[in-house]
Every structure is written in C-alpha cells, then in structure tokens.
C-alpha cells in the first residue's frame, strides 16, 4: 500500500524502509511505476479526448499544445541513463543535488503553510483526503488480489 497511496518519493522510502529493506524496495518499485506510467496516461489523453470545447456557444480555438513540455522533459531525461548516455558518477551527482532539491521544496511548502487557513478548511480537506485514501487502499488492496491469484 506505501508506494500506491503516498505523494512523494521521498514519502515512500522513508514509511517503507522503516519496516524493513524488502517493503522500502517493493514500496520504491511500486511508486516508479506508477511515475513512470503517468506519461503514457497523459500521451493517451490528449490524444483521445475532444479538443474543440463550446465557450458560450462558440469553439474554442485553443493554442495550448496537446501535451505539456515538462512531459516530453520528463521522457527524454529519464532516456539519457537508460541509454547509458549519461556516466554513473554524473547520475550519482545529479542524484545528490536532486535530495538537496527535494528539502528545500520540502521547507518552502511547510513555511508558505498557515494554521488559519488548515482551520478553516480543514474539515473538507480532511474529507477529501479520508475518501481518496480509502479509494486508494482499496485499489491497491484489488491489485494485490488480483496479482497473488
């Protein structure tokens, strides 16, 4: 269930290798995968779903690109060390920095937070929250069904 219902990365190493190195590697494993099918998802919607939305009983004639750039960045960066265009010791380096990144995002989110502001919605918050957890559980838990039969 770790790598399936949490956010981040960094989130599912850190809940999975507290219980013991085999849940922290199936948890990794599960998370990657799901990270790395979210281009395909995203590839598979822009081309299937309908670009021409009425506004006010007129087509829109958007010019925002079929799939966001970041994707395509996403893709190509994660070929370069599959290729083995890219030495060990620049992935190792690349890697480093990449921890490094992740705190200090970590930090920015946590002081842009306001107790207000979680007081007053809170409770919709918590709800919403509550209910794709549970939906995620569930998922996760058919997964696991499906795959010991």
């Known amino acids: 269930f770790i790598g399936n219902t949490l956010q981040a990365v960094g989130h599912v190493a850190a809940s999975g290798f507290t219980i013991n190195e085999s ?22 919607l822009a081309f299937t779903l309908p670009r021409n939305r009425l506004t006010n009983g007129q087509k ?3 010019t925002q690109p079929l799939v966001p750039w970041f994707i395509y960045g996403f893709v190509g960066l994660s070929l370069l060390p599959t290729l083995g ?7 190792e380096l690349v890697g480093e920095c990449s921890t490094y990144a992740l705190v200090i995002a970590m930090v920015g989110i946590g002081v842009r937070i306001e107790p207000r502001c979680l007081f007053n919605i ?21 997964l696991i069904y499906l795959l010991t039969i």
């Open 23 to 44: 849940v922290g590697q199936t948890a990794i494993t599960v998370k990657l995968v799901r990270i790395l099918m979210l281009p395909l998802v995203v590839f598979v």
């Open 60 to 62: 829109s004639t958007s």
């Open 85 to 91: 265009l890219v030495s060990l010791p620049t992935q």
């Open 122 to 142: 809170g409770k919709l918050a918590f709800f919403v929250g509550s209910v794709v957890f549970l939906l995620q559980v569930l998922f996760s838990g058919f």
